[in-house]
């Protein structure tokens, strides 16, 4: 692999692993980024002979789809913060308040981070009196955390923000237009994840 090229991956590798575990990296350095990265790809364009194999930024879904995610990530950090939350905060009640009973596991599934960042947000969770957890596990579960009222109260807040950056984000399309791309997404996840389909919306707000 040709340096540029592992610059390039490098580069995708760290705006990857800042939206995963919900780093907050400023908007000036995320934008340096993202130019560097498409510097390297104009480079590799021009120097290499096998131009054909090499990802044109321009014309990538998977490049699209990452650079829209990270907006979006962005976009609802921003309201989110005033409340105190994060994504991965907002996401945690969300599915709580939508799959009741998920063990911490399926919590972390469903929220895109790891088991360990999942029991750690309980833990601050519970701590601050938005969820509550029994003192002995169910059976085939492991500790199911529950919203308590406060919970839900800081969840409806949440959710007029996110709803908010949504409508911003879908206002240019029409109704059918949102169909289709909500399909066309569902596809890629089935071919990349080899399911029939998801079906299911993590959260109100589009991840």
Request: aromatic letters at 2%.
């Amino acid at each position: 692999m040709h340096e540029a090229e592992l610059l390039l991956v490098e580069r995708l590798r760290r705006i990857e692993v800042a939206d995963l575990q919900g780093d907050e990296i400023g908007t000036g350095d995320r934008h340096a980024l993202l130019l560097n990265v498409k510097q390297l790809t104009t480079t590799l364009c021009q120097t290499s002979d096998m131009s054909q194999d090499v990802i044109d930024l321009e014309t990538s879904l998977g490049y699209l789809l990452k650079e829209a995610s990270s907006a979006l990530r962005f976009a609802m950090e921003a309201v989110l913060r005033p409340l105190g939350m994060t994504v991965t905060h907002y996401s945690c009640l969300e599915l709580l308040a939508q799959r009741p009973g998920l063990s911490n596991s399926e919590l972390a599934r469903g929220a895109f981070v790891t088991r360990q960042s999942m029991n750690v947000l309980l833990q601050s969770l519970e701590q601050d009196g938005s969820v509550t957890r029994p003192v002995e596990a169910r059976v085939g579960r492991v500790l199911p955390a529950e919203l308590t009222a406060l919970g839900r109260q800081r969840l409806d807040e949440a959710s007029t923000a996110v709803r908010s950056v949504e409508a911003k984000m879908l206002r240019a399309m029409t109704p059918q237009e949102q169909d289709v791309a909500r399909s066309a997404l569902r596809s890629m996840v089935a071919s990349l994840t080899g399911s029939a389909g998801t079906g299911q919306e993590t959260t109100r707000a589009a991840h």
